[in-house]
């Protein structure tokens, strides 16, 4: 779908590029690059991953931000690696070692029966080194001025836990977790029930929803791609970014009153959930809800105009 983009160049292709963000680089580094690269002024990311991490990091372009909270509901699979023995003030490896505990006495049976702890529904307490906002100030700068604030723990669910290496002290393990979840408070908890600390020393995100690394492209290769003008061939279109959502087909008369803003009266889909909106001609409309006390469909995101119809 070719909609403007706003770029200092011209009108861009809105769409949402999957990146294999390289280890040192914030994610907000990663969309200022990509801003300066392309010309286009209006670019986001879809869930953040941290300097020390690498692997998917979704980017969206043009009107795609506007779809970067949904692809940020996606669940996530990562393979990290723990440093077991050493706990540090972070909980990763950019930290500084707060503790130092022996780990030769440890197992890999001690270690398969602690992350079975890690299954399934858990509570996690964020770490203080997270972009999560107390009173208006995030964490992380709390934490560098050597405050430390209470956090309330969080629900999160970890649908898939197996460990792929043991490497005594090192732990590798692979997992697929809600939005939400920390690998790094894992890391952090998984040391404490062992009684010898630990923290994450490697992380890569392997897939958010079905955005998985094998598409990603780095970002040297992007780079090259933008010197010749040919990055808008790493894009994937606004449809393909919302595949992962529940499909709502409408007829002409529908798509055009989606198109100004207004409720339709269908029947209700699944549960609450958004639902990706296509005409009859399988063109993407937008992204809307059910709303059991309008009796229909409320748009969210609308991507086309009725004159487009």
């Known amino acids: ?8 160049r011209g009108p861009a292709l ?3 590029l999957v990146l294999d963000k390289p280890q040192g680089l914030t994610s907000h580094d990663v969309v200022a690059e990509v801003r300066r690269l392309t010309g286009v002024r209006r670019v986001g990311h879809a869930g953040t991953l941290d300097p020390l991490a690498t692997g998917v990091l979704l980017v969206c372009l043009g009107p795609a931000t506007r779809l970067a909270e949904y692809l940020a509901e996606g669940r996530k699979s990562y393979r990290a690696t723990i ?12 930290g500084r070692v707060v503790e130092e505990h022996s780990w030769e006495h440890l197992s890999r049976e001690a270690v398969e029966e602690a992350l079975a702890h890690f299954r399934g529904a858990i509570w996690q307490v964020p770490p203080m080194y997270a972009a999560l906002k107390r009173d208006g100030q995030p964490l992380y700068r709390l934490a560098r001025q050597g405050v430390e604030v209470e956090r309330a723990p969080r629900q999160v669910h970890i649908d898939d836990l197996q460990l792929l290496a043991w490497q005594p002290p090192r732990v ?13 408070s894992l890391a952090h908890e998984l040391g404490q029930r062992l009684g010898v600390g630990g923290h994450l020393a490697e992380l890569v995100r392997l897939a958010v929803g079905p955005f998985r690394l094998e598409q990603a492209v780095n970002l040297e290769r992007f780079r090259a791609l933008c010197a010749t003008g040919g990055w808008r061939a790493a894009l994937l279109p606004l449809e393909d970014a919302v595949r992962h959502l529940p499909r709502l087909e409408v007829d002409g008369d529908a798509a055009r009153r989606l198109a100004l ?5 269908l029947p209700p889909g699944e549960d609450d959930h958004p639902h990706a909106v296509y005409d009859g001609r399988g063109r993407f ?19 086309v105009t009725p004159e487009k119809l």
């Not at 590798?172 to 920390?182: D, M, Q, V």
């Open 285 to 303: 409309l937008g992204i809307v809800r059910y709303r059991p006390d309008q009796g229909g469909w409320q748009p969210e995101k609308v991507f």
């Open 83 to 94: 440093h077991l023995g050493l706990a540090t003030d972070t909980w990763d490896a950019a």
């Open 261 to 265: 803003g207004q409720i339709v009266a």
């Open 1 to 8: 779908m070719d909609l403007p983009g706003g770029g200092g």
């Open 172 to 184: 590798t393990i692979e997992l697929t977790c809600s939005k939400g979840t920390y690998v790094r």
């Open 14 to 16: 809105a769409g949402v």
